[in-house]
């Protein structure tokens, strides 16, 4: 409650700015709930610092809202994590440099999954992987930016994965429960969007009533 009054206020002195905080919280309180205790060391700390940035990677070009036709795939290696390949599009605050490191709360399906929704999966996928006590690129790319109306102050980014062979993602859970933990997520997201639209609407009220109160008055 404490969280959603404080970002009432931003939403209605600048919503594109108050995206960046509360996707990253929404993208940590997943790993929180379903992720292992490395993935909380690993991840949570810094996102909750803000020095890394978190997203949800859902839709793609060719399935719009419809996630049972996503096609992003997730290929096991030998080394217990997975090779990612496809792309996403409208991803919020997908890539900018405000932040070390983009962490996408992504579905995806593993090969020889289920069809439909039964068959996808969350996976952790970071612009940057930790090798060596240092962040490398993990193949992930920002293929185009889309510009939304009031609301250019947040990249809206298509990803692309895996166009080198080298996107590594890590599972959350269990397979082919992905969207049941992603709706934590976007229930989250719904939550907030509805504040945000509430504020931006009592701004437009009171930037409307000052200018209403604030002209020439006429002389009775």
Known sequence: MISGAARFILSAANYSASVYPFLTTGAAHLILSFGSP????????????????GT??????????SLADITTTADP?????????????????GDHDGVDNVIHLMLAKIKGAPAGIKGISLFIVPQKRMEG???????????????KLGYRGAPITQLSMGENDDCRGYLVG???????????????????????????????????????????????
Request: glycine share 10%; aromatic share 10%.
């Open 38 to 53: 490395k993935m909380i060391e690993s991840y949570i700390p810094k996102m909750f610092s803000g020095e890394w940035q």
């Open 56 to 65: 949800m990677a859902l839709t793609e070009p060719q399935a719009g809202s």
């Open 77 to 93: 290696a030998d080394q217990g994590y997975f090779l990612i390949k496809g792309q996403k599009i409208f991803i919020s605050a």
């Open 133 to 147: 006590g240092q962040l490398v690129p993990n193949d992930v790319n920002t293929a185009g930016i889309y510009h």
């Open 174 to 220: 269990e397979p082919h429960r992905g969207l049941l933990y992603m709706l934590q997520m976007m229930n989250e997201a719904r939550i907030d969007v509805g504040l945000g639209a509430a504020a931006i609407a009592s701004a437009a009220y009171y930037a409307s009533w000052n200018t209403r109160n604030s002209g020439p008055r006429e002389e009775g």
